[in-house]
Nanobody, 125 residues
Framework: QVQLVESGGGLVQAGGSLRLSCAAS????????MGWFRQAPGKEREFVAA????????YYADSVKGRFTISRDNAKNTVYLQMNSLKPEDTAVYYC??????????????????WGQGTQVTVSS
């Protein structure tokens, strides 16, 4: 049973930084693609970033490119999302997601089988 547990959310001022963590358990994740998504009130869940665990290839939404960095720690089975230069429009619940293998639809919500419970990120202006 795959379990994903996010942490690290909170309230930060615009221009600040946060690091989200996603602790993964229940599998060996070397063959997985891990993603971060976010959902703001009244909006659909949207792709933020993803990483292919085995090779470390990363993908980013245009809206966060250059500000956010996704990474993984093999020893801790944890995926991180370092968020810098935060903007009020980054306010959302952030979700960690996982899927076995790679897909060309890496940015698609429906491409992922496993989800965490989410962590709130609020950026004040």
């Amino acid at each position: 049973q795959v379990q994903l547990v996010e942490s690290g959310g909170g309230l930060v001022q615009a221009g600040g930084s946060l690091r989200l963590s996603c602790a993964a358990s229940g599998r060996t994740f070397s063959s997985y693609t891990m993603g971060w998504f976010r959902q703001a009130p009244g909006k659909e869940r949207e792709f933020v970033a993803a990483i292919r665990w085995s090779v470390g290839i990363t993908y980013y939404a245009d809206s966060v490119k250059g500000r956010f960095t996704i990474s993984r720690d093999n020893a801790k089975n944890t995926v991180y999302l370092q968020m810098n230069s935060l903007k009020p429009e980054d306010t959302a619940v952030y979700y960690c997601a996982a899927r076995l293998g790679y897909t060309a639809q890496v940015m698609g919500v429906n491409s992922y089988n496993y989800w965490g419970q989410g962590t709130q990120v609020t950026v004040s202006s």
